[in-house]
């Protein structure tokens, strides 16, 4: 332990700081491009920088014609989206594929819930119906009476 916090008084206390600030900002940015590269699916509708995508024709010779969704502000730089026009329209047609099976359950189980309470109000109504000439049955008793 008193090796180790020697060691430590050899370095400037400042240095340690930048180091800890250099290694905060790396990790940030490393969490970024993280983001950048696997937080897209289906057609974006804004980078993660903020900036909206909009549908992008290639010019450059050997792309030319190739249509991308590209973020106002693209750079090469990993911190911008620019997605292969297909890959979006591929990915968002899974993601509303799956959407649609998964309304496709909830209704389902809606569907079930509608006839067990369709049964349960046919079942409350011929109560009701009972009920009702229970009472007109001992009303007319009552008055028969008198
Ligand atoms: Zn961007």
């Known amino acids: 332990m008193l090796f180790f ?40 509708k804004k980078c993660p920088c903020g900036q909206p995508i909009y549908h992008d024709i290639s010019k450059i010779e050997g792309d030319l014609g190739n249509r991308y969704f590209t973020c106002k502000a693209y750079k090469n730089d990993r911190f911008h989206w620019r997605v292969p026009w297909f890959y979006g329209v591929e990915e968002e047609f899974d993601k509303l594929t799956e959407q649609i099976d998964e309304q496709n359950q909830k209704l389902s189980g809606l569907e079930t819930q509608l006839k067990q309470m369709s049964e349960e109000l046919k079942n409350q109504r011929g109560v009701i119906a009972k009920l009702k000439e229970l009472v007109e049955q001992v009303v007319k008793n009552i008055f028969d009476g008198w």
């Open 5 to 44: 916090l020697a060691l430590l008084s050899l370095f400037d206390l400042k240095m340690w700081e930048s180091l800890d600030i250099a290694m905060k900002e790396m990790t940030r940015e490393m969490d970024y491009i993280t983001l950048v590269a696997d937080g897209q699916r289906g057609i974006p």
